[in-house]
């Protein structure tokens, strides 16, 4: 996974990238945890995610956020991490420019960014969101969802209240022309530690069943 340096809106990005199997793969873009409470790229939920993607054959990166290894800037609520992610799907697309399509996948604080980003960009067509952060953060741009996805809650998370996801699905669920799957880890806390396999069991059953539906 070839290390590489972007530039980014306030200075440049640092981040991980495996090339995608042929040159027309889909590319994948994984965003990480709060910077504030030492999120970055080599979070194990980011790591995971990463990895799931690039052994499908995707295009697949992951960076750390402005002010995050050695990715310059400083940490900016939200609306700079934003870009940031904006400028890494630029880079991604940049170097294939012959992809079939694009996906989004973010856990907690990344899986928030990666939400605004798909508002933005019509060509993501597929996010998986890890313990979106719905209590702390105003998901209500989703209106309405331009892509399907797949939410994923730790059942027994003790940052991200399970009824505030559960009633953000519930509201994506509503839309008649997407289709939102939405699991629960029983248990496991928001950091997966000890689930982190059945985490990943999830988001493989829905990769598969995305990818043979095309």
């Given at each position: 996974?070839?290390?590489?340096i972007?530039?980014?809106?306030?200075?440049?990005?640092?981040?991980?990238?495996?090339?995608?199997k042929?040159?027309?793969s889909?590319?994948?873009?994984?965003?990480?945890?709060?910077?504030q409470?030492g999120?970055?790229?080599?979070n194990?939920v980011?790591?995971y995610?990463y990895?799931a993607?690039?052994?499908?054959g995707?295009?697949?990166?992951?960076f750390?956020?402005r002010?995050v290894?050695?990715?310059?800037?400083?940490?900016?609520?939200?609306?700079g991490?934003?870009?940031?992610a904006a400028?890494?799907?630029d880079?991604?697309?940049s170097?294939?420019?012959n992809?079939?399509?694009?996906?989004?996948?973010g856990?907690?604080?990344?899986?928030?960014?990666?939400?605004q980003?798909?508002?933005?960009r019509p060509?993501?067509?597929?996010?998986?969101?890890v313990a979106p952060?719905?209590?702390?953060?105003d998901?209500?741009?989703?209106?309405?969802?331009?892509s399907?996805?797949?939410i994923?809650?730790?059942g027994?998370?003790d940052l991200?209240?399970?009824?505030a996801?559960e009633?953000?699905?519930?509201?994506?669920q509503?839309q008649?022309?997407?289709?939102v799957?939405?699991?629960?880890?029983?248990?496991?806390?928001?950091?997966?530690?000890?689930?982190?396999?059945l985490?990943?069991?999830?988001?493989?059953?829905?990769?598969?069943k995305?990818l043979?539906q095309?």
């Amino acid at each position: 996974m070839p290390e590489i340096i972007f530039n980014g809106p306030s200075g440049r990005l640092e981040g991980r990238y495996q090339p995608g199997k042929s040159e027309t793969s889909p590319v994948a873009l994984i965003l990480h945890p709060h910077p504030q409470y030492g999120g970055n790229m080599d979070n194990k939920v980011a790591y995971y995610l990463y990895h799931a993607f690039a052994h499908r054959g995707f295009a697949t990166m992951r960076f750390n956020f402005r002010g995050v290894g050695r990715s310059q800037g400083e940490y900016d609520s939200g609306i700079g991490e934003l870009s940031d992610a904006a400028s890494a799907l630029d880079w991604l697309q940049s170097m294939n420019a012959n992809s079939t399509g694009s996906w989004v996948a973010g856990f907690s604080f990344g899986a928030w960014i990666g939400m605004q980003l798909l508002m933005r960009r019509p060509e993501i067509k597929g996010f998986i969101s890890v313990a979106p952060p719905a209590n702390h953060y105003d998901f209500s741009f989703l209106a309405p969802c331009p892509s399907s996805g797949l939410i994923i809650e730790a059942g027994s998370d003790d940052l991200v209240t399970p009824p505030a996801i559960e009633k953000l699905v519930e509201k994506l669920q509503a839309q008649k022309s997407i289709e939102v799957d939405y699991d629960i880890i029983e248990g496991a806390k928001h950091f997966f530690e000890q689930d982190l396999n059945l985490l990943m069991a999830s988001v493989n059953t829905y990769l598969n069943k995305r990818l043979v539906q095309g």
